[in-house]
């Protein structure tokens, strides 16, 4: 992949100490507070602004940090793109991600033609990828701008400068190595939150772009984690979701930093905190420590999500993932011979370069196998700029469909049969929200993160039920508060 040195002109190259950084920000932050004070003295109320995420729990994570700042700048958050202020948090994992982000922003544009202060600003691992820069620059210029993922916490400073006016302004850049904490950060929900321990991602799996527009492994320090633990706690919080690419292989790399599971054992530790969750995990990455540390804690969730991507060793191979059928296999006995009650959950690509029928049959098989709480399926994207995207196809279009099918159903088939371990059982759930459908329903989460629907009310929420779950329907339950 190209890297983005011709936009040089437009990125910012003070390289300053990370806590002098955070000063810095913080300033650029009442500067733009400023500027949306005498825009709300023009409107006659506050400015709008709408953050929409799209992909991972990384990116949710970033949006809350992008909200937090737009609330200390004088922003009113709000859901609908009419704000005057449109911030769009990329994904790049497929291709047709990035085809959404491209449709949606036709329809932005037409709302700008209505309201021409409306600003729109776009960030993420979209963005990182020069091509989509170069696609806006030529095609979308009503875009006002444009930062990436290494340097989100200049936020409050591009947010100043974009109210400032004078074009789009782009500032993406093709690494970092600084981690600036303490800015502010508004959480979804008031009791549970995520906490990044980690950025980027080694892996270079063939198929990937993350460790192109991620870049490489940087470890937050697991004081830093710890200290925003402990404060998140103070504050409520009663769930955390440790976050990384690859969260196994933490503090590697890092001299003198604790491992992974010493991090989860000092987690553990801080009062308040019920509940550790965590992902991604590489299985090539998973230690016997880990499991221990897992088999003995009291608050690690009873949940496991462990990509597999296939089943077939020579498609692994393909896919750099490290490991083989064999060694998979093998890790899933080990994590559920210490782990009995422990729910495993996957991602699963169908159609990649070089796979075979006979390789598709071998996933197949190990689903069947392994039967997973729940499984994501994809059909293989290429990305520009990883090596897979070079190499042709084995099966045809309908023979990838086909076999597809044949996986979710599977998936479908075998997940209800594994939760439904859980019938007639009584389980702590944690109430996360009112259920979207029904309002005399709540819905929550047990350890192993099966969803519950059960009767309850709003008040409710954030709270730890005793729930018997009565009725599985395939990959979440119907309960009664016991
Ligand atoms: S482990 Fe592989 S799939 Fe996961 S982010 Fe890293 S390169 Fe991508």
């Not at 296939?310 to 210490?338: C, F, H, I, P, W």
Request: proline share 4%; net charge negative; with cysteine.
């Amino acid at each position: 992949m190209a890297a983005l040195a011709d936009y040089s002109a437009y990125r910012a190259t003070i390289a300053v100490p990370e806590d002098e950084e955070t000063a810095r920000q913080r300033e650029e932050l009442k500067e733009a507070a400023k500027l949306v004070a005498e825009l709300a003295d023009k409107l006659g109320r506050a400015p709008t602004a709408c953050v929409v995420t799209f992909g991972c729990q990384m990116n949710a994570r970033d949006s809350e940090k992008l909200c937090g700042i737009l609330l200390e700048a004088g922003y009113e958050l709000t859901e609908d793109e009419e704000a005057d202020l449109v911030i769009y948090n990329t994904c790049t994992v497929r291709d047709n991600a990035n085809q959404r982000v491209f449709g949606r922003l036709g329809h932005l544009h037409a709302m700008k033609k209505k309201n021409p202060g409306k600003r729109i600003a776009l960030c993420g691992c979209m963005i990182q990828e020069p091509t989509v820069i170069e696609k806006i620059r030529q095609s979308y210029s009503f875009v006002d701008l444009l930062f990436g993922t290494h340097n989100l916490y200049k936020f409050p400073e591009l947010l100043h400068r974009m109210l400032l006016g004078g074009g789009m302004l782009i500032d993406v850049w093709d690494k970092t190595d600084a981690i600036v904490e303490d800015l502010p950060v508004l959480r979804k929900y008031p009791f549970k939150s995520g906490v990044n321990i980690m950025f980027g991602c080694d892996n270079f799996c063939s198929y990937c772009i993350v460790p192109y527009v991620r870049g490489r492994e940087r470890s937050r320090s697991s004081k830093e984690i710890l200290r925003e633990v402990e404060k998140l706690a103070a504050d409520g919080v009663v769930e955390v979701m440790l976050l990384g690419q690859n969260v196994n292989s933490y503090g590697k790399g890092s001299e003198g930093e604790l491992s992974f599971p010493e991090l989860l054992r000092e987690v553990e530790q801080v009062e308040g905190i019920h509940r550790i969750r965590f992902m991604t995990s590489h299985p090539k990455d998973l230690s016997d420590e880990l499991i221990s540390v897992m088999r003995d804690s009291k608050k690690i969730c009873r949940h496991l999500h462990l990509p597999v991507q296939s089943g077939s060793t020579e498609v692994l191979k393909k896919m750099n993932r490290r490991y083989s059928r064999e060694q998979y296999l093998d890790l899933v006995g080990r994590l559920r011979s210490a782990i009995p009650d422990l729910a495993l959950t996957t991602d699963i690509i169908v159609g990649f370069p070089g796979e075979t029928k006979a390789d598709l049959e071998e996933t197949l098989s190990l689903v069947e196998e392994v039967k997973y709480d729940n499984a994501f399926t994809f059909i293989y994207s290429p990305r520009t700029g990883t090596p897979a995207a070079q190499w042709p196809s084995c099966m045809t279009e309908e023979e990838i469909s086909e076999g597809f099918d044949r996986l979710l159903k599977l998936v479908q088939q075998t997940a209800r049969e594994s939760v439904s371990r859980l019938e007639g059982r009584v389980e702590e759930v944690l109430v996360e929200e009112m259920n979207e459908r029904d309002p005399s329903l709540v819905t929550g989460r047990l350890s192993g993160n099966v969803l519950v629907h059960f009767p309850g009310d709003a008040s409710m929420i954030g709270h730890f039920y005793d729930v018997k779950l009565k009725e599985n329907r395939g990959f979440y339950y119907i309960g009664e508060r016991i």
